[in-house]
C-alpha cells in the first residue's frame, strides 16, 4: 500500500514555478527544485514524474491563472466596458514596471525557450494567447455597443492589436524599459482605438 504524501502539493507548485521562471527551463535542475522544496529528488519524480512533467503541471496552472485573473478584470457590463479595458492595459504596464527582477512573463518566457520543441508547452500557450484574445474582444465588443469605441471597427482585429501591445509591454519591461516608458506606452495604445464618428 502506498504511503500518504507528507508534504503540500501546491506549495512544492509555487516553488518550482519559481525556480523555473527565474532560470528558466534548461538552466533549472530537479536538484534545484529539491533544494528549493525540502523533498528528495525520488519524491519529486514519483509524485510528479520527471523534470519535463513537472513543468507541464506548473505552466498548464501558470496560463491558467492569467487567463483567469484577465476574465476577472475584463469581464462585466457593456457602461464599464472602456474603464476595464483601459485599466487593464494599464495594470500590465504598471506590473512590467514593478518587476525589478525583470524575470518577463512566464508564458511568453517557456514558449520563446521551448515550443519550438515541445508540442505540449505550444499547445498550452496558443490556447492561453487565444483566450486573452477572446476576453479582450468580448471587452472590445462591449465597448463598441456602449458607443465607447467605433461599432464599424472589427472587434477581434482590435484585440490582437491590443494584445500585442501587452504583450511587447512585457517584453520591453524585461529589457528594461522604464516605468515612464511603458504608461506612455499604455496610454498610447489605448488613445489609438477608433472612437466612434459623428
Known amino acids: ?58 505552466f498548464d496552472e501558470y496560463c491558467g491563472s492569467v487567463v483567469e485573473a484577465t476574465a476577472q478584470q475584463l469581464r462585466g457590463d ?19 514596471a514593478a518587476d525589478t527582477a525583470q524575470r518577463g512573463c512566464l508564458l511568453a518566457k517557456a514558449a520563446a525557450e521551448l515550443a519550438e520543441h515541445d508540442e505540449t508547452v505550444a499547445k ?7 483566450a486573452l484574445r477572446a476576453l479582450l474582444e468580448d471587452d472590445i465588443a462591449a465597448c463598441q455597443r456602449n458607443g465607447d469605441l467605433d461599432a464599424n471597427a472589427d472587434p477581434g482585429k482590435l484585440a490582437a492589436l491590443v494584445l500585442a501591445v501587452l504583450r511587447g509591454i512585457e517584453a520591453l519591461g524585461k529589457a528594461g524599459a522604464n ?19 459623428d
Open 1 to 58: 500500500m502506498a504511503r500518504p504524501r507528507k508534504f503540500d502539493e501546491q506549495q512544492v507548485l509555487d516553488a518550482a514555478r519559481e525556480r523555473f521562471w527565474a532560470g528558466g527551463y534548461a538552466a533549472t535542475r530537479m536538484e534545484d527544485i529539491a533544494a528549493a522544496t525540502g523533498l528528495g529528488k525520488g519524491s519529486l519524480y514519483g509524485a510528479f514524474g520527471g523534470k519535463q512533467e513537472l513543468f507541464h503541471r506548473v
Open 78 to 96: 457593456d457602461v464599464n466596458a472602456y474603464a476595464r479595458l483601459s485599466a487593464h492595459v494599464h495594470a500590465v504596464a504598471a506590473a512590467t
Open 124 to 130: 498550452r500557450a496558443r490556447a492561453a494567447i487565444e
Open 179 to 197: 516605468e515612464e516608458t511603458l504608461a506612455d506606452i499604455a496610454r498610447t495604445a489605448l488613445a489609438v482605438l477608433p472612437r466612434p464618428t
